[in-house]
Nanobody, 126 residues
Framework: QVRLVESGGGLVQAGGSLRLSCSASELRFSTHTLGWFRQAPGKERKFVASISRSGSSTYYVDSVKGRFTISIDVAKKTGYLQMNSVEPEDTAVYYC???????????????????WGQGTQVTVSS
């Protein structure tokens, strides 16, 4: 049974950095696309970033390009989202997700993923 567990969320000042982790037991990164989504209060869950099964290709929503970096550590079975120069608009619950069937360049909707973590709260103060 694939299980995803996020950690690393918290309170950070605008302009600061935070690194989110996604521990993925029973998941093989070689056969799954990994993605990060976020959901602000009262809003729908939205795509943030995805990384290909090989880890060689990454994709980002325009609002985080140049600030966030998605990566995976196959040996540790862990995915990461490095968040730099955070802004109050980045405040949300962040979810990692895995897709066994959609390639990273096409996996930008919640419906493209079949495994989800429980989420971790990120709050950016101004």
């Amino acid at each position: 049974q694939v299980r995803l567990v996020e950690s690393g969320g918290g309170l950070v000042q605008a302009g600061g950095s935070l690194r989110l982790s996604c521990s993925a037991s029973e998941l093989r990164f070689s056969t799954h696309t990994l993605g990060w989504f976020r959901q602000a209060p009262g809003k729908e869950r939205k795509f943030v970033a995805s990384i290909s099964r090989s880890g060689s290709s990454t994709y980002y929503v325009d609002s985080v390009k140049g600030r966030f970096t998605i990566s995976i550590d196959v040996a540790k079975k862990t995915g990461y989202l490095q968040m730099n120069s955070v802004e109050p608009e980045d405040t949300a619950v962040y979810y990692c997700a895995a897709s066994s069937w959609r390639a990273a360049d096409q996996a930008m909707g919640a419906q493209d993923y079949n495994y989800w973590g429980q989420g971790t709260q990120v709050t950016v103060s101004s």
